[in-house]
């Protein structure tokens, strides 16, 4: 199909994402019924043909839109346009044309901005990318591939990128040297000297870092210095791209107050949000950046909890014997007030703001006269520093669209720049990229997202849990899902086998393939049971007491044999005699309270009578109480069989992991199901537990 070759302001410059026509569509389905992904379409000029991704088939009938990268490389009015096969990418090498001092890791920066741009790369084939943070053209080469023709969209890709040349090597290496302090920038040292040079003689800026976790609801940072306080000021922000246009909190505006600090409310919007947004992290940080103006100095910072007193607030009344000089407005005592008075009309001058300087006012003393708070000062810094932050206007933000104007400087940061800006720069917390974050809709604002982080978390990623395919950015809220599957999975109780030794569990489907179905009113598992099982029928339950009878006292009196059981009640530990074990089974049946046997109907009180006053201390009775009160409780009924060898080994198993205090009886039980490994149960208690 031939279409007409229109150019398109409206596409993305250097791209090579086209608008093409419905009908452009329509006859690629008909032709394939298989389309490919992404749709790759050739164009072919009168003397050659290019390779061309599609953006939106809504271009107007018979043209095709293209943007500047690809009308320069057609030489023709009129294409031919087909659909083309094309193999994906799994190895790309990229050459930079020029340094670009900016871009410290290319890996993720090409992540981020190659598939947005462009479908299709060439061997050789020289292409470029906008970058909008450095306001410029990036321009690369494809210095090799797999295969000649690659699409470089939804494919994993083995990146390498190699320099121009030595020098351009060297210059990244010392470059990403420079840079590497923002990957590891310091905690702060409190009280601890900090020299400082002149902020435009240094290109490392003195940034700390303070984990907002460690701080109480309200805390303050103090920056003191023993020398001139208007020389030295505190930007401080929640990300480390702190600069003098892009902070959250300063002390620009305390020179009046003689003493500077930042209060950080960690019940404020913007913190909470901060900190909501990096719940999973470790740490939760606040970058501090101390800096000088004029000359070095040597600062301090502290942190306390209280709120600083300002010297306006310290003044006390004076006693009622003092007289308040008229020169210099400060209270005297009246036995020396004469003195006082003569000395002060002679020496000390007073300026209208009621300043007292000695001799003349010098000429570093000034008044602002536009403002009607009357403030002043006595430097020519604190004077231009005011000047800048308040009567520079007007206060409007250059670097996005926003049209709307502030009161000062310190609104136009805090309110805009430092938060909604669309340029503001941060890192992504999917790709890591350093790019600027977009204009935030509501729903994105409401997600506590950013723009790019809203696009950017429409990837998907595989859950390492369940194996479902998700967004990068519903990630989070997926995993708490199967949090609160494990929180609910841990609070289900389970029946566990009444027989005291054994660990199966009952009254639930199949678990970890093993069934633990009860099927007696013994509440005993199907292995338990086993030996006791017969089909009669038996409504006062005498036969079923005889059974137990009869298992009692061949396990009491001959033992099971096996040199694996634990059983406090077998006959391998101590044979008993038949009188003694006749005797000691109807202690055994007694702790059987469902279904109700005939004998303990006949006995119930002289059984509990021999109870109560049984003075037996047999090392066999005292360890089965330990048992009933670790792991039963009075309402369940209490037998003591001997297990085979899987479930002897599984109870070795349980006896180890409950007594390092870890997990629940509940989880155990539920991991031991059928599964006798110690790593597959620590394994699947790892994973199920919370």
């Known amino acids: 199909m031939s279409l007409t070759v229109s150019l398109s302001s409206d596409l993305e410059r250097l791209s090579d994402k086209c608008l093409l026509p419905q009908s452009i569509l329509t006859a690629a389905l008909e032709s394939h019924p298989s389309l490919p992904h992404p749709l790759v379409f050739r164009l072919h000029a009168s003397e050659h043909s290019i390779l061309v991704g599609v953006k939106e088939f809504t271009a107007p009938e018979g043209e095709i839109l293209v943007p500047q990268a690809v009308f320069d490389r057609i030489d023709d009015v009129t294409v031919h346009v087909e659909l083309a096969d094309v193999p994906k990418a799994t190895f790309l090498q990229l050459k930079p044309i020029h340094f670009y001092p900016h871009i410290t890791n290319w890996k993720y920066y090409l992540e981020s901005f190659v598939s947005k741009s462009y479908t299709v790369l060439t061997k050789n084939q020289k292409f470029g990318v906008y970058d909008a943070v450095a306001k410029m053209d990036v321009e690369l080469q494809v210095e090799d591939a797999n295969e000649v023709l690659v699409v470089v969209v939804d494919t994993d890709i083995e990146l390498d990128v190699v320099p121009l040349n030595d020098i351009m090597a060297a210059q990244q290496l010392a470059h990403s040297q420079n840079l590497s302090y923002l990957e590891n920038i310091p905690e702060v040292v409190w009280d601890a000297p900090i020299k400082l040079e002149p902020f435009n003689q240094v290109q490392i800026p003195a940034i700390h870092r303070v984990d907002l976790r460690k701080l109480t609801a309200k805390s303050y940072i103090h920056l003191t210095t023993q020398e001139d306080i208007y020389n030295v000021d505190l930007l401080a922000g929640l990300d480390r791209f702190v600069t003098l ?105 007073r300026c209208s703001c009621s300043e007292v300087f000695l001799q003349s006012i010098p000429s570093t003393h000034w008044h602002c006269d536009l403002c009607e708070s009357g403030i002043h000062g006595n430097s020519s810094l604190f004077k231009f520093k005011h000047d800048k932050l308040f009567h520079g206007g007007p206060y409007v933000c250059e670097q996005c669209e926003d049209d709307g104007s502030y009161d000062d400087f310190i609104s136009l940061v805090q309110n805009h720049r430092a938060s909604e800006c669309g340029a503001k720069l941060h890192e992504c917390i999917f790709c890591h990229v350093v790019v600027p974050q977009g204009v935030a809709s509501y729903e994105e604002k409401f997600n506590n997202l950013t723009h790019h982080e809203s696009q950017c978390g429409n990837k998907t990623v595989e859950c390492f849990e369940c194996g479902k395919v998700v967004k990068s950015k519903d990630m989070a809220s997926h995993m708490k899902i199967h949090y609160l599957n494990k929180m609910q999975s841990a609070a289900e109780e389970v029946g566990r086998c009444t027989n005291v030794n054994c660990v199966n569990i009952f009254g639930q489907g199949p678990l970890n393939g093993a069934n633990t179905v009860a099927s007696n009113e013994l509440g005993l598992c199907d292995g338990c049971f086993g030996s006791l ?83 037996k201390q047999s090392d066999i009775s005292t360890k089965r109480n330990e048992i009933f009160n670790q792991n039963m409780t009075p309402k369940h009924n209490k037998m003591w069989f001997c297990l085979n060898a899987s479930v002897a080994a599984r109870r070795v198993l349980y006896d180890k992991i409950m007594s390092e205090g870890i997990y629940t009886l509940n989880m155990i039980l539920k991991a031991l199901a059928g599964n006798s490994d110690e790593t597959n149960v620590r394994g699947w208690l790892q994973t199920h537990s919370v």
């Open 533 to 615: 099982y017969a089909q009669v029928h038996d409504p006062t339950h005498i036969k079923l007491q005889n059974r137990l009878e009869r298992k009692y006292v061949m396990q009491l009196t001959k033992g099971c044999g096996n040199t694996w059981c634990e059983n406090v009640e077998c006959g391998n530990h101590k044979k008993w005699d038949i009188r003694l074990a006749l005797d000691h089974i109807k202690d055994l049946l007694a702790e059987i309270v469902v279904p109700q046997l005939p004998i303990n109907k006949k006995q119930k009180s002289q059984h509990n009578d021999n109870e109560n006053n049984s003075s």
């Open 245 to 349: 246009e892009n902070f959250s909190w300063c002390t620009m505006v305390q020179d009046p107050m003689g003493r500077k600090y930042i209060e950080i409310d960690k019940n404020s919007d913007s913190v909470a949000n901060y900190m909501l947004k990096h719940t999973d992290d470790t740490n939760c940080w606040v970058y501090v950046v101390p800096f000088a103006w004029e000359h070095a100095s040597t600062v301090q910072l502290s942190i306390s909890t209280d709120a600083p007193v300002h010297q306006a607030e310290q003044t006390q009344a004076s006693n009622s014997s003092d007289i308040q000089c008229t020169n210099c407005l400060k209270y005297i005592d009246s036995n020396k007030f004469s003195l006082h008075e003569a000395f002060c009309r002679r020496h000390n001058v």
